[in-house]
């Protein structure tokens, strides 16, 4: 038996990079749009993450203060 897969890929190419979105052609648009947005989601918690990885570190400085003892 041979079975025949319907499906819908929107590409978008940036320059030597492709990104793909594949929709399952049982899919109802409305579902669709929801994984899309679910996508879109992930996508900003992942470029939250890099960038709190990429900030520098702070050192905790206390200040320090001086006194002056005089006898």
């Known amino acids: 038996m041979n079975f025949v897969k ?6 978008v190419t940036v320059e030597d990079r492709k990104y793909q979105f594949v929709i399952p052609g049982n899919a109802p648009l ?18 939250k993450i890099a960038t709190e990885v990429m900030k520098p570190k ?9 006194e002056v003892v005089t006898n």
């Open 30 to 47: 409305g579902e669709a749009y929801d994984v899309a947005f679910k996508f879109l989601n992930l996508i900003s918690e992942q470029a």
């Open 58 to 66: 702070e050192e905790n400085l206390e200040e320090v203060k001086s």
């Open 6 to 11: 319907v499906s819908i890929t929107h590409e």
